[in-house]
C-alpha cells in the first residue's frame, strides 16, 4: 500500500491536473471568448456613434433643405440662358436706364478657352453719358447677381454733342466686352 505521504501528493497531483484540465478546456475558451465579445461589443458602440453622429447631420440637413433649395434657385439665376441671354440684356437695359445712359449692347461668340469651367457668351457693350455715372454703371455690373467677367475695359472721353432739346450726350463712353457664363460644362474645340 501507499503511504499516507505519497496518498497526498497523488491527490494534489491530479487536483492539480484538474484544475489545468479546467483551466485548459473551461476558463481559457471563456475568456477568450469573453475579449473577442468585448472586441464586438467595442466596434458596435463605434458602429452606433458613427450611426447618431449621421442622424443628427441628416436632421441639420432636413432642416436646411428649403435654404439650400433657395441657394440653388439663386445660384441657378446667377448664371444666363446661353440660346437667349433676355433677362441679361434687359438687366443691362434696366440700369443703363437708371443711370441715363444711352447703351449699345451687342453679343458675340464666346468660345471656351483653356480654363474655363463653363460655356459662355460674349456681349460687348458701349455706355455714353456721365462720367461718374459709367463708372457707377460699371461698378454695379461687377457687384451684379450674374456670373460674369469682363475680358476687356476701355473708358474714353467724348465731345459732347448736343441732341434735339440741347441737351449733351454724352461726356464718356464705357466700352467692355463681357463673359457671362450659363453655368453649363464649357466644351473645347479642337483644332
Known amino acids: 500500500m501507499l503511504s499516507a505521504k505519497k496518498k497526498i501528493y497523488i491527490l494534489i497531483l491530479i487536483f492539480c491536473l484538474a484544475d489545468v484540465l479546467l483551466f485548459i478546456l473551461v476558463i481559457f475558451p471563456l475568456t477568450k471568448r469573453v475579449g473577442e465579445n468585448a472586441n464586438e461589443f467595442r466596434g458596435q ?7 447618431e453622429a449621421q442622424t443628427v447631420s441628416l436632421k441639420d440637413f432636413q432642416k436646411n433643405v428649403s435654404d439650400l433649395k433657395n441657394y440653388a434657385l439663386v445660384v441657378q439665376n446667377a448664371f444666363i440662358d446661353p440660346t437667349a441671354p ?3 440684356l434687359q438687366f443691362l437695359e434696366k440700369w443703363a436706364v437708371n443711370y441715363n445712359l444711352a447703351l449699345a449692347v451687342a453679343p458675340f461668340d464666346s468660345p471656351a478657352v483653356k480654363g474655363d469651367i463653363w460655356s459662355s457668351v460674349g456681349v460687348r457693350v458701349d455706355a455714353t453719358g456721365n462720367l461718374a455715372n ?3 454703371f460699371a461698378e454695379m455690373l461687377e457687384n451684379s447677381p450674374w456670373v460674369i467677367m469682363i475680358t476687356r475695359f476701355e473708358l474714353q472721353k467724348t465731345v459732347p454733342t448736343m441732341a434735339v432739346q440741347e441737351k449733351p450726350l454724352g461726356e464718356a463712353t464705357l466700352s467692355f466686352d463681357i463673359k457671362a457664363f450659363s453655368g453649363k460644362p464649357a466644351v473645347m474645340k479642337k483644332n
Do not use: D, I, M, T
Request: aromatic share 8%; glycine share 0%; proline share 0%.
Open 45 to 51: 458602440q463605434k458602429n452606433l456613434r458613427a450611426l
Open 86 to 88: 433676355v433677362s441679361f
Open 134 to 136: 459709367c463708372l457707377r
